[in-house]
């Protein structure tokens, strides 16, 4: 707590009183680790990939490179640490675009089965290599008010980390349903699940139960916060359910018509 003491003369001559301001600065501290942390982090995870690159390249200029199988090897690894570095750097504007609430709404009607429908499709080849089973089910048509790209761009996460986090032919199901004012959209695997002491901190920036699966699987681990911000900007909400080693299913609630 911070405090700040006033003294006023008080009605009687001599009268001395005083104003006690108390501050509760719970919050601000707490908001300040959050981005000290984040610096952190940031920097941690940006140097991963950076020391790959130095490392394979001094080797290479070394003297491997007059091998022709393990210069073509060593190239593969440093053009997909460049793709890690691309994905994080961009992860980390996104976020800190949304802090600063500086992404615009493109505001306009949306047909939710159509949107995860077309979503799907990104994520459908990797999904076809692992032999999964990716079902929508529309238990409600719905039209609500809100930002496509957005939307996509939330789907895809989670439609994605639920195919990523999922064994070879596991099955994803996305359903649509209406709950009073709400579109809720769950999206359901039956994959490696999330320990329970855990399933509260994975909407954290950089937190992952297996760093090394999230890794090689492409993740930078601020997907999900990135997903929280998004659903928070269009006033909805998300949570998690989820059974260690049977699978796990996030839900999305937004309001059907924002503004109304
Ligand atoms: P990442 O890039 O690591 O996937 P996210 O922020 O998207 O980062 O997710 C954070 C962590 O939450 C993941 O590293 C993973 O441990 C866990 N996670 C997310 N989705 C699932 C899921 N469907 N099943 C199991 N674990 C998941």
Do not use: C
Not at 24 to 31: G, K, N, Q, V, W
Not at 67 to 88: G, H, N, P, Y
Not at 152 to 163: D, F, M, R, T, W
């Amino acid at each position: 707590v911070d405090a700040n003491i006033v003294p006023i003369d008080g009605k009687e001559p001599g009268e001395q009183n005083l104003i006690v301001l108390l501050y509760d600065i719970t919050e601000i501290r707490r908001l300040e680790k959050v981005r000290t942390d984040f610096v952190t982090n940031a920097s941690h995870e940006l140097k991963t990939p950076i020391t790959a690159l130095k490392g394979f390249s001094e080797t290479l200029l070394d003297g491997a490179m007059e091998d022709k199988e393990v210069l073509k090897q060593f190239l593969e690894i440093m053009l997909a640490e460049s793709s890690r570095l691309d994905f994080l750097v961009n992860d980390i504007l996104e976020l800190s675009k949304l802090e600063q609430k500086q992404v615009p709404m493109n505001i306009q009607e949306i047909n939710l089965t159509e949107t995860v429908l077309s979503t799907i499709q990104l994520v459908k080849q990797t999904a076809d290599n692992k032999q999964m089973k990716l079902n929508v089910i529309e238990e409600d048509n719905l039209l609500i008010t809100g930002d496509s790209s957005r939307l996509k761009q939330i789907l895809a996460n989670l439609i994605n980390n639920a195919v990523v986090y999922t064994q070879e032919k596991g099955k994803v199901t996305v359903t649509i349903k209406k709950e009073n004012d709400y579109a809720v959209i769950r999206v359901s695997d039956n994959g490696i699940g999330i320990p329970e002491d855990e399933q509260d901190r994975i909407f954290e920036r950089f937190y992952r139960v297996d760093k090394a699966r999230s890794r090689n699987s492409g993740g930078t681990g601020l997907g999900l916060s990135i997903v929280k911000y998004l659903i928070e900007n269009l006033n909805g909400s998300i949570s998690v359910e989820s059974k260690l080693g049977l699978g796990t299913t996030f839900i999305v609630k937004l309001p059907i018509h924002p503004n109304e």
